[in-house]
């Protein structure tokens, strides 16, 4: 059973513009909330992270919302730059549990 | 952020050899995790270690062995490789903080490919 679902494979975004990325769980005891980014033969770096006791955080151009009533977050990206070609992933953990991972989400910028 | 380092990155071997898989991180975080993840796929965690002396098998089966020796440490071994164990291998560590919320930082990965 997938506890951690982004169910968009690819988004295509013009350079410049907003990109969203989403993620959605199940399971209402996580309580943390990270996204990574992953280029081909790399390992994920972090992103950016969010607490359940809250609904925003921002990182430069990088800001996560969590809805925990929709059991959804999602990422922004503003404003899109050629380097953000990348797949993203959303990761979500229970107190003191191990993190569970989607499937990745792949970013193409278009200049 | 943790200096987290993985040797080899790239590794192709025929069927049958033994393999190690080095990890290591200077940060001095206590916990540390493989993943293994195929394209497309999301990460699965196939081992972890919460301290010296302490390893745990993850949520993916593997028939991969680890060990942790030393707190900066956590190899991963394969007795005998197949092309069933050809993926993307990914050593993760971060720091125990007592109340969750624990960012996992990763090394490079190592590609493996068995023929």
């Known amino acids: 059973d997938q506890q951690v679902k982004q169910n968009s494979p690819s988004l295509s975004v013009q350079e410049g513009r907003i990109s969203i990325l989403n993620c959605d769980y199940t399971n209402s005891m996580f309580d943390y909330f990270l996204w990574y980014k992953k280029y081909p033969a790399e390992g994920p770096t972090f992103l950016i992270s969010i607490s359940s006791i809250k609904d925003k955080n921002e990182d430069g151009r990088f800001t996560v919302f969590l809805n925990k009533s929709a059991k959804h977050l999602s990422l922004h990206i503003v404003p899109s730059q050629p380097g953000d070609s990348a797949v993203y992933f959303c990761?979500?953990?229970?107190?003191?549990?191990?993190?569970?991972f989607g499937q990745g989400t792949r970013l193409t910028i278009n200049p | 952020e943790a200096d987290i380092y993985q040797t080899p990155r790239y590794l192709v071997i025929g069927t049958g050899k033994k393999i190690t898989l080095e990890c290591s991180q200077t940060?001095?975080?206590?916990?540390m995790y493989w993943y293994q993840q195929d394209p497309g796929m999301e990460l699965h965690l196939i081992h972890y270690s919460y301290g010296v002396n302490s390893t745990e098998k993850g949520d993916l089966s593997s028939e991969s062995t680890v060990s942790r020796i030393r707190t900066e440490h956590f190899p991963l071994t394969l007795e005998s490789a197949r092309p069933s164990h050809t993926s993307q291998y990914l050593c993760a560590s971060s720091e125990s903080r007592g109340v969750g919320q624990e960012t996992q930082y990763f090394g490079p990965g190592t590609r493996l490919l068995v023929l």
């Open positions: 940060m001095g975080h206590d916990k």
């Open positions: 990761a979500a953990a229970a107190y003191t549990q191990k993190l569970v």
